[in-house]
């Protein structure tokens, strides 16, 4: 834990000398990382906040940017950017997922923003949110199959993925199904919003991430507009599996996982060469 104290006290310090040379304002870049939780979102920001140019907003805990998890009202955001000393402000609003082209294009800074949506394969993602919320899936897909659709979970989710949810079963489902219809459902948000064919969208493999940390960080660095400092590599590793054991995943689930998967690595590895 002391060391821990004491890379974030030096990273602060970065930050402030970085601050008393460089002035920003108004156009530092926005940048939102997004995706599902349990997904690798954590450790990109902390990448990210060990560059001495960025302004780090994490939605716990951060109640200039965020008020239960969730952003703040665009006004707010929008001035928490330009008025940054900063080169880029990072913000994971994963509550917002859905909402990250409307952060895009209608926030209005003068520069643009940039969004990195992050995703982990199915298996991993299913036992690290089970190990954290063991029925927490099932619940909530219990409560969008009897009709609620104001939870964040079902944000942005089209008709067809709704109903979906409703012939599978929703909270009758297996906790790792459940689990893994939620991976299913909120990572088809990146083809169903028209996400990864987006210049200002990079799609990230948690996985890729974990396997080269520098070259991936690099390509992420160039694309946000940032230089990028080794120093972000250090808290990116391999984590030991949440849980262990055969996963019973219905078998219509585990289908549409393994085909968006699919999709998802395809533009990724086109995205982050």
Not at 49 to 65: C, I, L, M, Q
Not at 160 to 178: D, I, K, T, Y
Not at 257 to 264: D, M
Request: hydrophobic share 40%; net charge positive; charged share 30%.
């Amino acid at each position: 834990m002391l060391e821990e104290d004491a890379e974030r006290v030096e990273i602060a310090l970065r930050k402030a000398r970085w601050r008393l040379t460089h002035d920003c304002r108004p156009a530092a870049i926005p940048v939102y990382v997004v995706g599902l939780q349990r997904s690798g979102t954590t450790m990109l920001l902390d990448a990210l906040k060990r560059s001495s140019v960025t302004e780090v907003h994490n939605e716990s805990g951060d109640s200039a940017a965020f008020a239960r998890y969730a952003l703040r009202d665009d006004a707010i955001v929008r001035e928490l950017v330009v008025r940054s000393r900063s080169r880029a402000v990072v913000f994971k609003p994963l509550f917002d997922s859905h909402r990250v082209l409307e952060l895009l294009d209608d926030l209005g800074t003068p520069t643009r923003g940039r969004a990195v949506w992050i995703y982990r394969a199915m298996e991993g993602r299913v036992r690290s949110s089970m190990a954290k919320w063991p029925d927490n899936a099932r619940r909530v897909l219990g409560v969008i199959a009897d009709g609620r659709t104001d939870l964040w979970q079902a944000g942005g989710l089209s008709a067809e993925r709704l109903r979906l949810v409703r012939e599978l079963g929703g909270g009758g489902l297996s906790q790792e199904s459940a689990s893994a219809l939620l991976w299913y459902l909120r990572n088809s948000l990146v083809f169903d919003l028209g996400l990864a064919g987006r210049p200002d969208v990079a799609i990230v493999a948690y996985e890729d991430l974990l396997r080269d940390p520098e070259r991936r960080l690099r390509s992420l660095c160039a694309f946000i507009g940032i230089p990028y400092d080794r120093r972000m590599a250090k808290g990116v590793s391999e984590r030991p599996p949440a849980t262990a054991g055969v996963l019973a995943i219905d078998p219509e689930v585990a289908r549409r996982c393994e085909e968006l998967h699919e999709r998802l690595n395809a533009v990724a590895w086109a995205r982050t060469p």
